[in-house]
Nanobody, 125 residues
């Protein structure tokens, strides 16, 4: 079992930045690949980015590549999402997730075993 708690969401103007955090407790954090997803009301949960256990490999959705950066600190048991050049369409709830499997299925929500409660990000135009 691992418990995930997101923080850092809020209101920001278009073009601004936010850094989300995902704090983990329970099982060894470094045994999980970690991902960020987002979900707007009435829509499917959308893959944003993923990072492997050691932090050396990352993958991004095309819509955020070059603007968002995922990282992790296995000493602090925390993952981060630095979001720059935010756009109004980035407005939604962001979730962190953990999986023991880092495979080609990393972009699918069903790959992940544990989820945080989500944090709201609102980008005003």
């Amino acid at each position: 079992q691992v418990q995930l708690v997101e923080s850092g969401g809020g209101l920001v103007q278009a073009g601004g930045s936010l850094r989300l955090s995902c704090a983990a407790s329970g099982r060894t954090f470094s045994s999980f690949a970690m991902g960020w997803f987002r979900q707007a009301p009435g829509k499917e949960r959308e893959f944003v980015t993923v990072i492997n256990r050691g932090g050396g490999r990352t993958y991004y959705a095309a819509s955020v590549k070059g603007r968002f950066t995922i990282s992790r600190d296995n000493i602090k048991n925390t993952m981060y999402l630095q979001m720059n050049s935010l756009k109004p369409k980035s407005t939604t709830v962001y979730y962190c997730a953990a999986t023991t499997w880092f495979t080609g299925s990393y972009a699918y929500s069903h790959t992940y075993d544990y989820w945080g409660q989500g944090t709201q990000v609102t980008v005003s135009s």
